[in-house]
């Protein structure tokens, strides 16, 4: 769970790299980072934080140049260390090699042994610099040969930006897990970047996906394009039920309208009685509205989110993540008193959330609270970098619907069915990774599992 963000340009890009890592701050809030190529050498400025926290007037002066990357992380492989911030710089065979990473290896553990054993030594503790020490070991004077031997040892999920000299490079896995998009504007600026959001906030058109296994590099010649492998997509559809922003297309589906459709689908699948339905803002909003509008109850407003937290997921302590729920939503106790309430949530995963919620939206006078989850049990840790817990923690891995009902304190629960799920899409269903929800995991991860 990160966001990457790439620029080619003609004039100086460290604003939009900045701008555009604003726009995927969602993506990550544990560090950001940015480094620039400036025509002679890489720039580089980066530290635990959020992006608006990261970087000032006296940064970008620093930062100039015309070529960069730009990185936010959401620690899923490694600690949560300034030394893990990304982007990553390396020097080697008088070459300075800058990268930055979304997604998560399955081998890196056994290639790092591997590189240890032959006398290298790691800056961090993270999956992302196998990548970068086996560019710069296997680079012999052409970049994108490195790329491919690269890719021919590293297995599982990866999206990554890569800067070498005045060269954008950019690879995503064959699999596809995690999402990639380049643009162009009129003028000749490249963007390639997590989501289109900054594609389209900094402005570029012909926005497309970068395909799974492509290799692209930018330089001054323009676009050129490559491939490792044959097309294996395994799109993670996680990105769609939660992570990505709402207004994101990935790889032909758009979020906004796969939340509200697996709104509408669950209604028909599971249809309640009730006054009021309401969303848990803001991954659950779209659901909540298609939910209402095929079932004909109302839509309202009844949780208040504190926009400014960050993320109660990832916090230490059961305690911490309940009171991290409290404060970032507060049950509106005028529109809930007396009503029979139809909750819409993107997910559930520890069951934290939901439980917290049903008892103060019962505690504010909710005389029945129906939870409606847009996205099957959640029952299997994903290793491709959606940081969901050990099975022990997923609350569906261990408890039927009945029993996960009773523990949330709901007066009725129900997930959609898969099938409801993949239809939303309106894709084939074999173009996604639904390992989370049914373990079946495409990129063997023997190497994590503990
Ligand atoms: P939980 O409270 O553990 O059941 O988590 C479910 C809630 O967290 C839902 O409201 C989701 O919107 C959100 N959520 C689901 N998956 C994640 C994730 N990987 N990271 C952060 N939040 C998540």
């Given amino acids: 769970m990160c966001g990457v963000i790439g620029i080619h340009s003609q004039s100086d890009v460290s604003k939009k790299l900045f701008y ?47 070529i960069g990357i730009g990185h936010v992380r959401y620690a899923t492989a490694g600690g ?32 790092r042994k591997e590189l240890e054993e032959e ?35 590293i297995k599982g999920a990866y999206s990554v930006v890569m800067l070498f000299e005045d060269k954008l490079v950019a690879f995503r896995d064959p699999n596809g897990f995690r999402p990639l998009l380049i643009g162009e504007s009129q003028k000749g600026e490249v ?14 058109d012909k926005i497309r996906d970068v395909k799974p296994s492509e290799i692209i590099l930018v330089d001054e010649n323009g676009i050129h394009s490559d491939f490792y492998e044959k097309d294996n997509r395994e799109h993670c559809i996680f990105e769609y039920v939660y992570f990505a922003r709402t207004d994101a297309t990935l790889d032909g589906v758009n979020s906004y309208n796969f939340r509200r459709r697996c709104g509408e689908i669950l209604s028909k699948e599971a249809p309640v009685e009730a006054d009021l339905v309401i969303a848990v803002p803001d991954s659950g909003t ?56 139809v909750v819409v949530d993107d997910s559930i995963v520890r069951g934290t959330t939901s439980k917290n919620l049903i008892m103060r939206m019962k505690k504010a006078g909710a005389k029945e609270v129906h939870m409606r989850i847009v996205s099957p049990p959640v029952k299997y840790p ?62 063997e991860p023997k190497e994590l599992i503990v």
């Fill in 286 to 341: 779209p659901g909540a509205m298609g939910y209402a509008q095929e079932s004909g109850i109302p839509f309202a407003e009844g949780l208040v989110k504190n926009r400014y937290m960050g993320r109660t997921f990832i916090k230490p302590t059961p305690e911490e993540r309940e009171l991290s729920v409290k404060l970032k939503l507060n049950p509106l106790e005028t529109v809930l008193k007396d009503k029979r309430i």
């Fill in 382 to 443: 994903c290793f491709y970098g959606i940081d969901t817990p050990s099975r022990k923690n997923l609350i569906a891995a261990n408890y039927s619907v009945e029993e996960i009902r009773e523990k949330i304190g709901a007066d009725s629960l129900a997930f959609i069915s898969m099938d409801g799920m993949l239809g939303a899409t309106g894709l084939k269903e074999d173009v996604f990774c639904k390992s989370c929800f049914n373990g079946n995991y495409a990129v």
């Fill in 191 to 204: 963007i390639i970047a997590s989501e289109n959001a900054p594609l389209e906030i900094i402005g570029t």
């Fill in 80 to 111: 949560s260390h300034e030394y893990n911030s990304q982007p990553l710089l390396a020097f080697s065979k008088n070459k300075e090699f800058a990268l930055a990473h979304n997604g998560n290896l399955v081998n890196h553990k056994s290639i």
């Fill in 20 to 66: 555009g890592l604003n726009s995927l701050q969602h993506r990550g809030q544990e560090a950001s980072g940015i480094c620039v190529y400036d025509g002679e050498s890489m720039v580089l400025e980066k530290g635990m934080g959020l992006v608006y926290d990261n970087f000032d007037d006296e940064s970008f002066l620093k930062l100039s140049g015309n």
């Fill in 119 to 153: 006398g290298m030594l790691f800056q961090t503790s993270i999956d992302t610099e196998v990548i970068l020490s086996l560019v710069a070991k296997f680079y012999e004077g052409d970049i994108i040969e490195a790329v491919k031997k690269t890719m021919a040892r």
